[in-house]
C-alpha cells in the first residue's frame, strides 16, 4: 500500500463552496475522485495532506449527493483539501 500526499486538486466550478472536488493529484500522478475513495475503502493506497507542516489523514464521507473526500487531522473532520492548488 502506497501512502500518497495529495498536493494539488480539481474543483468545478474552481470557486463554488458547494460543488465537489472532480481530481486529487500528487506531483507524478491524479486521480479521479471515484478512484481515490475506491483505493481508500479497497485499502490499496491511503491520501494525505500537509498544511503548515500538520499532517491530515484523508477519509471518506458519505453525504446528502454520495460519498466524497475529506481530511482529518486532531480529531475532527476539515475541508484542507480545499485550500490546495488547482492541478494541471
Known amino acids: 500500500m502506497a501512502d500518497l500526499q495529495i498536493t494539488c486538486i480539481n474543483k468545478t466550478p474552481r470557486n ?27 485499502r490499496t493506497h491511503s491520501f494525505y495532506t500537509l498544511v503548515r507542516g500538520n499532517r491530515a489523514e484523508v477519509g ?9 473526500l475529506r481530511t482529518y487531522a ?13 492541478c494541471r
Open 60 to 68: 471518506v464521507v458519505e453525504g446528502a449527493n454520495g460519498k466524497y
Open 16 to 42: 463554488d463552496s458547494h460543488e465537489g472536488i472532480t481530481h486529487v493529484g500528487g506531483p507524478t500522478w491524479k486521480l479521479t475522485r471515484g478512484e481515490a475513495i475506491a483505493h481508500i475503502e479497497k
Open 74 to 86: 486532531d480529531g475532527k473532520w476539515n475541508d484542507n483539501l480545499l485550500a490546495l492548488p488547482e
